[in-house]
């Protein structure tokens, strides 16, 4: 267990690797008090850059300047302080930037117009070296904290769109990205792969075989297909390619090209040594429609194929 001391420690070491990233541009028409702040924030740890007045601000923003925080005075010539935050928010967005309006104007209304321009906090320009350091730290701990919980909501954005075994795409991915490419009217062939007897395979050789066997395949789709296609488990045994600007001919190439790398694979799973077919059903949209339809079409040609080839019973084992 951590003593009071080490975990004193190791706040302030974390706190210190925050400072650290936090980049300021502070922004003044008084050059003596943007020294001042220049001073105190460096000596601080943190990153700064500096501007006499708002349209130098906005310019800077506008050169792609990367800055966490902006801190910004009221009363300046040409623009104030709100104005500039205002046209940068409209006219040159950043990410997350947070802003603090430096203001010796404590009056209601002026902390009203601010908030309600979008900046997060005020600074008294009265106020003491640790004050204004203990105030930029705050900041930075609320950035660094929504910068966390960005990363884990795209973490689980990822893992909602995720087939957990696989790897590849889950249905809902399927369905968005579907949705996506029929709405921007772009043609979209839809292939859809059926192992063969799969059922079999987890009956005879248990689940965990069965497991192994869809992310092998899985990883045949991944290096068997191009960059822009979409790969997608539907459900159990069955795989989705999702096509775009392909026509159907060229999407049989990519289907057969996959069908005989699968073909290829051999698994030693219980003494045995098997391998496994596939059979698949292609469906076209020249723009239009939706993925509902075209799943439909692939499994209606699925069925056709494996009545004219019924196939081994089972996957069979090889020498």
């Known amino acids: 267990m951590e003593s009071r001391g080490q975990q004193s420690g190791r706040r302030r070491s974390d706190q210190d690797a925050v400072d650290q990233r936090l980049r300021i541009l502070a922004v003044d028409d008084d050059p003596a008090y943007l020294r001042f702040l220049n001073h105190v924030l460096t000596g601080a740890g943190f990153i700064v850059q500096t501007a006499p007045d708002g349209a130098a601000a906005i310019d800077r923003i506008r050169e792609r300047c990367e800055v966490d925080l902006l801190l910004i005075d009221l009363k300046m010539p040409g623009i104030d302080g709100i104005e500039t935050v205002r046209r940068i928010q409209s006219e040159c967005p950043v990410s997350g930037l947070y802003t603090i309006l430096l203001t010796?104007?404590?009056?209601?209304?002026?902390?009203?117009?601010?908030?309600?321009?979008?900046?997060?906090?005020?600074?008294?320009?009265?106020?003491?070296?640790?004050?204004?350091?203990?105030?930029?730290?705050?900041?930075?701990?609320?950035?660094e904290l929504e910068r966390r919980l960005h990363v884990e909501n795209e973490e689980l954005q990822a893992?909602?769109?995720?087939?957990?075994?696989?790897?590849?795409?889950?249905?809902?991915?399927?369905?968005?990205?579907?949705?996506?490419?029929?709405?921007?009217?772009?043609?979209?062939?839809?292939?859809?792969?059926?192992?063969?007897?799969?059922?079999?395979?987890?009956?005879?050789?248990?689940?965990?075989?069965?497991?192994?066997?869809?992310?092998?395949?899985?990883?045949?789709?991944?290096?068997?297909?191009?960059?822009?296609?979409?790969?997608?488990?539907?459900?159990?045994?069955?795989?989705?390619?999702?096509?775009?600007?392909?026509?159907?001919?060229?999407?049989?190439?990519?289907?057969?090209?996959?069908?005989?790398r699968i073909q290829q694979i051999r698994w030693s799973i219980a003494g045995a040594v098997i391998n496994i077919g596939a059979q698949y059903g292609v469906a076209a949209s020249a723009g239009g429609g939706n993925l509902p339809d075209l799943l439909a079409e692939c499994d209606q040609a699925l069925y056709s194929g494996k009545r004219r080839d019924s196939g081994p019973s089972a996957p069979s084992p090889s020498a």
Do not use: C, W
């Open 104 to 143: 010796a104007d404590a009056a209601p209304e002026t902390r009203l117009r601010a908030l309600e321009s979008g900046l997060d906090d005020f600074l008294s320009k009265q106020s003491s070296d640790s004050e204004i350091i203990a105030k930029i730290r705050s900041a930075a701990r609320r950035l």
């Open 159 to 260: 893992l909602a769109l995720t087939d957990e075994l696989t790897g590849v795409a889950n249905r809902r991915a399927l369905f968005r990205a579907a949705a996506a490419i029929l709405g921007s009217s772009r043609q979209l062939t839809v292939v859809m792969f059926d192992l063969d007897r799969f059922k079999s395979v987890n009956d005879t050789y248990g689940h965990l075989a069965g497991d192994r066997i869809l992310a092998d395949v899985a990883a045949v789709f991944r290096t068997s297909t191009r960059f822009e296609d979409l790969i997608g488990r539907y459900g159990g045994d069955e795989f989705v390619l999702l096509l775009p600007d392909t026509d159907v001919e060229e999407a049989r190439e990519i289907a057969d090209r996959v069908l005989g």
